[in-house]
């Protein structure tokens, strides 16, 4: 913000990316270092070992999640002999130097119990008396942070951002008992947030339950038969996916050379638009029209089931919404057009993202380093079939609890854009609190 003159009780300081901005006339602007009680300190450069609940945990980048907690999966310990010189205290924060975590961060707190640090992690350790740690650890989360981060990285081979680096970081500071304050608003925030987290794990697990006894024992069967792949109802028949797709839509797969994005084209599926859920149509590439007429054999629909058959993300499954008319895939995704006279897609799409559904990928996948489907083996994939009138019961009580979850989702999207909001403006001062 470019101003001639401070507003009443606001001052005019340097902008942290040039020109002036205000802000209130008891802050200050400061670089982190002059607040820290002591300089930043490397972690440990010992291998990590195998995870023990009696030595401390190893924390190295890949830990790191974004909004600054740690992975629960994989982790390692460190010899106590190793962490001596490295283990964290309260208030303690981590910055990621190096690599695609460079700039994330992470504040350590007792109820993680002992924790060591490794060494492409910098520990900065804030005077309390004039930097609240949770401050400064909401701090690297806010838009100016990472702007400010960007604006200095180091890039080669990795981004890299030292310890001299992060010493120098302006922060706008206000007094301690307003940063507390700040902190407890964006607190209530955070809580609210990660209640909301909780509640979707929790009906996510409730989904995989359902989706497990559903598909296995269908609805109100009392007889039961063997199959190769488990237990079934009694009444209900096996088929493979060849049997139950359109005649002339047959299981295949897309576009191998998507060429240059053309922004009049026809949209491309690509696995990162679907594999973790539906990415906003503004994302997608698109290809020109005669290309897309080229392939015109691998068009996809609303309502055709999309199955990643190359890579990490092997198996992935989803079904085009209502908002795509007509797109096309690239060659890492197989297309299934279900025949809708025999089965009904939205059970279908649910069978193959079941447990069920996905060992029959995995199990059928080849290489390590690039996993991939052969179309022929997912023509052959099996699958069990109800009624129609069962598997449109099945489907619904499904719908209804994705669609609890995609409630859930929403609301805490809505929240983190509270947030957001909040920390622009409650990190420059344009809202005060009362302290």
């Not at 702007?147 to 890039?155: A, F, M, V």
């Not at 697990?205 to 488990?230: E, N, P, S, Y």
């Not at 392939?295 to 092997?314: E, P, Q």
């Not at 669609?403 to 999207?413: F, G, P």
């Amino acid at each position: 913000m470019s101003v001639q003159k401070a507003r009443q009780g606001y001052k005019l300081v340097k902008s942290l990316f040039g020109k002036y901005e205000e802000i209130p006339e008891e802050w200050e602007r400061v670089k982190l270092i002059e607040k820290c009680s002591k300089k930043p300190e490397y972690g440990a450069i010992v291998s990590a070992i195998e995870k023990n609940q009696n030595l401390p945990r190893y924390i190295r980048i890949t830990d790191l999640n974004d909004d600054g907690s740690l992975r629960d999966e994989e982790w390692k310990s460190i010899s106590k002999n190793d962490s001596k010189n490295y283990l964290l205290n309260e208030g303690d924060i981590l910055f990621a130097r190096t690599g695609a975590t460079v700039g994330k961060t992470f504040l350590y707190q007792r109820e993680y119990g002992e924790c060591a640090f490794a060494g492409y992690l910098i520990r900065f350790i804030s005077d309390q008396t004039m930097l609240d740690s949770k401050f400064l650890f909401h701090y690297t989360h806010s838009h100016f942070y990472w702007k400010w981060l960007k604006s200095i990285q180091t890039w080669g081979v990795q981004p890299n951002v030292n310890a001299g680096q992060y010493s120098d970081m302006v922060i706008l500071l206000p007094p301690l008992n307003e940063q507390q304050k700040i902190v407890s608003i964006l607190s209530n925030v955070d809580s609210l947030i990660d209640q909301t987290q909780k509640i979707i794990d929790q009906t996510i697990i409730l989904k995989k339950g359902l989706m497990q006894k559903l598909l296995t024992r269908g609805i109100g069967h009392t007889k039961f038969k063997k199959t190769k792949l488990g237990t079934i109802p009694e009444m209900w028949n096996v088929a493979q996916i060849e049997d139950i797709v359109k005649k002339d839509r047959k299981v295949t797969y897309g576009i191998v050379q998507p060429g240059q994005f053309d922004p009049n084209g026809i949209l491309l599926i690509r696995g990162q638009d679907y594999i973790s859920g539906w990415v906003d149509q503004s994302e997608f590439f698109r290809v020109n029209p005669k290309l897309h007429q080229s392939y015109k054999r691998s068009t996809v629909y609303s309502g055709d089931i999309l199955l990643c058959i190359a890579g990490v993300n092997v198996g992935a499954v989803n079904q085009v919404p209502s908002s795509i008319h007509e797109a096309n895939i690239t060659q890492t995704t197989a297309r299934i057009s279900c025949d809708l006279d025999k089965v009904d897609a939205k059970y279908v799409y649910y069978f193959l993202s079941s447990d069920i559904g996905r060992k029959q990928s995995f199990r059928n996948s080849k290489g390590s380093a690039q996993p991939g489907l052969n179309l022929d083996v997912v023509a052959k994939f099996i699958i069990f079939l109800p009624n129609m009138s069962e598997q449109q019961k099945i489907a619904s009580i499904l719908s209804n609890v994705d669609s609890k979850i995609t409630d859930l989702q929403s609301k805490k999207s809505t929240l983190q854009k509270l947030k957001k909001g909040l920390m622009q403006k409650l990190l420059t001062g344009q809202i005060r609190v009362k302290v």
